[in-house]
């Protein structure tokens, strides 16, 4: 997001793990305190909020937007599962989706779900949240993420760079896939989606913008939407083009039941955070971990910092 719209003079950061130090003037501290370890997620290069960013010692956040840290996670797992990655997945599922099953009432009748991408930090959480639903995630990945993404409870995985890859999925979900999340979304992997889907058509949403005008183009029976992780925060979302909004409170009331459930499913233990790989440098190594993003060079882990560093 940062690449996209340059925001100087504004924090960075969206994902988060710390301790509560104190609340703001009318709170309701409901079953948090002070010192309590939570998890969460900010509004990244916010230019209405230019001070608060996770990339910081400090920054504020929603009380009925964070999860409390089980006892037994570690800080790296708690900031692997943050905020924005199981929140865009939850509004990408129920909402935008509406897939025929949610982690608080199961599917009685499983039907198969694509995740494509399935070795990023959204796809282990998307299939984890799929198989809570009673639903049976097939997904895509390199061959190498295979036993990654199939731990994490993935029916089938297939090689996105296969040709045949699309054609692998139509004929595995025996032509009625209905629903996809695209945790890419590319206008190739867009592409390859839509020719999985099968011949009836059914839904498709993306983690990043889609010019719904040219989905329509490619086949007409198939819906496309995308989803703005920072959006849930219902606040006013104060960037350029398509990618801005007004508010809207009606998805902050969505987040605020989300999270209750995603803390449900989190202290039973039915879902964990991705792999992580802890880095160092501080600041300095937050940098140079978005240039390593930036270059692909990180498959199957989630980046992570202390600040200071520890």
């Known amino acids: 997001m940062s690449s996209l719209f340059p925001s100087p003079g504004t924090l960075d950061g969206s994902d988060f793990a710390g301790t509560i130090i104190q609340f703001g003037e009318g709170i309701s501290r409901t079953y948090l305190n002070v010192g309590d370890r939570v998890c969460g997620a900010v509004h990244a290069s916010n230019p209405e909020v230019p001070q608060n960013g996770s990339f910081a010692e400090f920054l504020a956040t929603y009380e009925d937007l964070i999860l409390k840290v089980p006892k037994d996670m570690s800080w790296e797992d708690a900031a692997a599962i943050g905020g924005c990655v199981h929140s865009s997945i939850g509004y990408s599922l129920f909402e935008s989706l509406c897939v025929p099953g949610h982690p608080n ?9 694509l995740v494509y991408g399935g070795s990023t930090s959204c796809g282990t959480m998307a299939i984890q949240l799929l198989k809570a639903a009673g639903l049976k995630p097939i997904t895509t990945c390199s061959p190498k993420n295979f036993p990654l993404v199939k731990s994490y409870g993935a029916e089938a995985a297939f090689d996105y760079r296969s040709p045949t890859c699309a054609e692998d999925i139509k004929a595995y979900t025996k ?3 209905k629903y996809v ?3 890419i979304a590319e206008s190739q992997t867009l592409k390859l989606c839509y020719a999985a889907i099968g011949r009836t058509g059914g839904k498709y949403t993306g983690l990043e913008y889609v010019d719904k005008n040219a989905a329509l183009k490619l086949r007409k029976v198939v819906k496309p939407d995308w989803v703005l992780g920072i959006s849930l925060t219902g606040g006013k979302i104060a960037l350029p083009g398509d990618y801005g909004s007004e508010a809207d409170p009606k998805r902050k009331v969505f987040a605020k039941k989300w999270f209750e459930t995603m803390q449900r499913l989190l202290d039973e233990g039915t879902v964990k955070g991705h792999p992580v790989r ?11 971990g978005l240039e390593m993003l930036r270059r692909k060079e990180v498959s199957g882990e989630k980046l992570v910092y202390y600040i200071p560093e520890q």
């Not at 009432?105 to 779900?113: G, L």
């Not at 802890?278 to 140079?288: C, D, S």
């Open 105 to 113: 009432k199961p599917a009685e009748k499983p039907v198969y779900m």
């Open 175 to 177: 032509n009625s896939l």
């Open 181 to 183: 999340v695209d945790t």
């Open 278 to 288: 802890v880095m160092g440098g501080g600041f300095q190594g937050i940098l140079e």
